[in-house]
């Protein structure tokens, strides 16, 4: 059974700092590009980020680059998203997901406020 399993949000200041994991089984992950995707309340998915199975190929949406950083650990079939200087605009539901395949984890809430 595939499962991808989000955490990590929360509540945050604007400026603030979060770190969502995602741990994953069922699949390979290291022969598996990943990305992370958000939905804010009324509004569509947007891409965050998508980590490939090559060293340094990960790749942002423009509004996250400097700010976000997605990394994965395959020896814990975990991946990884850093959120810095956190905006009121970044606060969403966030979601890893193996597009490839169309595997999606439930997501994790990120609420920025302060």
């Known amino acids: 059974e595939v499962r991808l399993e989000e955490s990590g949000g929360g509540l945050a200041q604007p400026g603030g700092s979060l770190r969502l994991s995602c741990a994953t089984s069922?699949?390979?992950?290291?022969?598996?590009?990943m990305s992370w995707v958000r939905q804010a309340p009324g509004k569509g998915l947007e891409w965050v980020s998508t980590?490939?199975?090559?060293?340094?190929?990960?790749y942002y949406a423009d509004f996250v680059k400097g700010r976000f950083t997605a990394s994965r650990d395959n020896a814990k079939n975990t991946l990884y998203l850093q959120l810095n200087n956190l905006k009121i605009e970044d606060a969403a539901m966030y979601h890893c997901?193996?597009?490839?395949?169309?595997?999606w984890g439930q997501g994790t809430q990120v609420t920025v406020s302060s």
């Open positions: 997901v193996n597009l490839q395949n169309g595997y």
């Open positions: 069922g699949f390979d992950l290291s022969g598996s590009s």
């Open positions: 980590v490939h199975t090559g060293p340094g190929y990960i």
